[in-house]
């Protein structure tokens, strides 16, 4: 890869072995023997490869429904101590993908690659799921309006679905059957969390928990780009990250700069939306910039922003509260 390149989404840009995660399986208690008489009932040893469904230790009684325990996955018996045995998964390489489609900015070898693109980006407040890409589609006609089970059908296998609110776990269960690669909403109620970490469904929370509408600029800015390709991230694969959508442009010509990021400073009269509570989700202007830390709604004092509100309140709002929009 070099300077220059062009790369699209799925493009491997760096490949390197990566060490399979160690397992740890009762063996003693599923069979009901002791730790110590455990060695007369394995069926495997140390350093053995293994294939998943493999029979890793049985035990026979007169009578008796016969017991065994299967491994779980492919890998190598690493050990077997008190009971337990360790069990290698097979290694896989880790490959490493461009992410999004853009031109190779600069090389750090042995480390990555920075890539520029052009594009629109919604940051979100809460994210679960991996990285896929699709077609945007807006279902809701309003930023405050409920993703409904009815709206989510076959036809929209491969896309990524918009709503306002999300407060039906059949809308996740349909997704996941139909394999939507994705769903972004301004909401969801609390009890829908755990449901959306168990999924392999990228979703992305523009607001928060609860019933909050979409921000109006971020869902009018979806809905400028109904039809077009995105790439939703719910989580990293390799660890915790900000939940986001990108909306490439494509046949934009990358600006020749060499900064990863173009930062805008925030000025009096910049559109902010605000991400925590007690003004989670809504949108305003700021209108002065104190020089001191100001007290804040919780009684603590902060530097940030005075902003108004769209019905026309006055609020001081810390800077870590606040995302710049445009």
């Not at 069990?87 to 600069?106: D, F, I, K, S």
Request: charged content about 15%; overall charge positive; aromatic content about 4%.
């Amino acid at each position: 890869m070099h300077v220059g390149d062009r790369v699209q989404v799925n493009d491997v840009l760096a490949e390197a072995p990566r060490e399979g995660q160690l397992c740890a399986i009762d063996l003693a208690q599923p069979l009901g023997v002791s730790a110590r008489s455990l060695a007369r009932y394995l069926r495997v040893a140390e350093g053995q490869q293994v294939a998943q469904g493999t029979t890793l230790a049985s035990a026979h009684w007169p009578r008796l429904t016969k017991r065994e325990v299967l491994a779980p996955c492919a890998g190598t018996v690493q050990a077997i101590v008190d009971g337990s045995l360790f069990l290698r998964q097979t290694p896989e390489p880790y490959r490493l993908r461009a992410y999004l489609p853009g031109q190779v900015l600069e090389t750090y070898p042995h480390r990555g690659v920075a890539i520029g693109a052009v594009g629109a980006l919604v940051r979100g407040i809460w994210g679960s799921g991996g990285q896929r890409q699709g077609a945007l589609v807006v279902m809701v006609g309003a930023p405050g309006d409920v993703l409904t089970w009815e709206m989510v059908s076959l036809r929209y296998r491969g896309t990524i679905l918009v709503g306002g609110v999300l407060d039906d776990p059949r809308v996740l269960y349909r997704a996941s059957r139909f394999r939507l690669n994705g769903i972004i909403v301004g909401s969801i109620t609390a009890g829908l969390r755990s449901l959306c970490e168990r999924l392999a469904l990228p979703v992305v929370v523009t607001e928060g928990m609860g019933r909050v509408p979409m921000a109006r600029p971020v869902y009018d800015l979806l809905l400028v780009h109904h039809g077009h390709t995105a790439i939703v991230s719910g989580a990293s694969e390799d660890g915790p990250s900000d939940p986001e959508v990108i909306i490439p442009l494509y046949g934009q010509a990358v600006p020749d700069s060499r900064a990863l990021v173009v930062a805008h400073p925030l000025e009096v009269g910049a559109l902010v939306r605000l991400t925590r509570p007690p003004y989670l989700g809504l949108v305003g202007r700021v209108i002065l910039l104190p020089n001191t830390p100001q007290e804040t709604a919780i009684g603590t004092r902060a530097m940030g922003a005075q902003v108004r509100l769209g019905d026309g309140r006055q609020v001081f709002v810390p800077y870590v509260n606040m995302e710049l929009l445009g």
